[in-house]
C-alpha cells in the first residue's frame, strides 16, 4: 500500500520554527520529493523540492532564508525546516513525492503561525 504521512505541524508565534517530516512505505523512495502549501483561498503552491541526489533544490523566492528541505534514504522521510516563521506562511502544507513512474500526496499536516 502506497502511504505519505505528513507531521509536524502545529500552532506556533511569529519568529518561530517548525520541522515537518513525511515518511513513505509501499513504494521505492527515490526520486524528485517536494513541499507544497495551500492556505484558504489561494492555489496550492510550490514550497520546495530536493532530487534524488540533493544535488538540485529550490526554493519559492518567499521562504529562501528561512526554510530548509532536507531527505533521509535510509528513513524514507524528506523533512522541511521553517525558521523565523510568518503569518503568511499559515497553511496546509502538503508532501509530494516519485519513484520513477508515479508521484503520491500525502495528507497535508496544518501549519498556523499566530500570536
Known amino acids: 500500500q502506497v502511504q505519505l504521512v505528513e507531521s509536524g505541524g502545529g500552532l506556533v508565534q511569529p519568529g518561530g520554527s517548525l520541522r515537518l517530516s513525511c515518511v513513505a512505505s509501499?513504494?521505492?523512495?527515490?526520486?524528485?520529493a517536494m513541499w507544497y502549501r495551500q492556505a484558504p483561498g489561494k492555489e496550492r503552491e510550490l514550497v520546495a523540492s530536493?532530487?534524488?541526489?540533493?544535488?538540485?533544490?529550490t526554493y519559492a523566492d518567499s521562504v529562501k532564508g528561512r526554510f530548509t528541505i532536507s531527505r533521509d534514504y535510509s528513513r524514507h522521510t524528506v523533512y522541511l525546516q521553517m525558521n523565523s516563521l510568518k503569518p503568511e506562511d499559515t497553511a496546509v502544507y502538503y508532501c509530494k513525492a516519485w519513484d520513477n513512474l508515479n508521484g503520491y500526496w500525502g495528507q497535508g499536516t496544518q501549519v498556523t503561525v499566530s500570536s
Open positions: 530536493i532530487s534524488s541526489s540533493g544535488d538540485t533544490i
Open positions: 509501499g513504494f521505492t523512495f527515490d526520486e524528485y
